[in-house]
């Protein structure tokens, strides 16, 4: 499974911004799909996840309300959309797959995309 993830960028304080992820190689619909996202000098977070069949999706407490999850089965794509961004969202922010089964941990995850930097200026 490869994944590519894009649409990082530069976003003012309380803007939004839309990171795609794009996957090849596999089932794309038997794929559990989770974001992470790592801050300079700080470890790799869980940020949001949907399940295979899309039907569950689930996030982080500090994005709740602000991030929503979702997939596209038909284009082997799923999207993060971030609202009212904040300077702590900053980070490079990276796709994960499983076949596994969802979950929060980078563990949970066997495949990664190479990430792709948001940057959240105030």
């Known amino acids: 499974v490869q994944l590519q993830a894009s649409g990082g960028g530069l976003v003012q304080a309380g803007g939004s911004l839309r990171v795609s992820c794009a996957a090849s190689?596999?089932?794309?619909?038997?794929?559990?799909i989770g974001w992470f996202r790592q801050a300079p000098g700080k470890e790799r977070e869980f940020v949001a996840g949907i399940s295979r069949g899309g039907v569950s999706t689930y996030y982080t407490d500090s994005v709740k309300g602000r991030f929503t999850i979702s997939r596209d089965n038909a284009k082997n794509t799923v999207y993060l959309q971030m609202n009212s961004l904040k300077p702590e969202d900053t980070a490079m922010y990276y796709c994960a797959a499983s076949t596994y089964g969802s979950g929060r941990s980078t563990g949970t995850f066997p495949y990664w995309g190479q990430g792709t930097l948001v940057t959240v200026s105030s």
């Open positions: 190689g596999g089932t794309f619909d038997r794929l559990a």
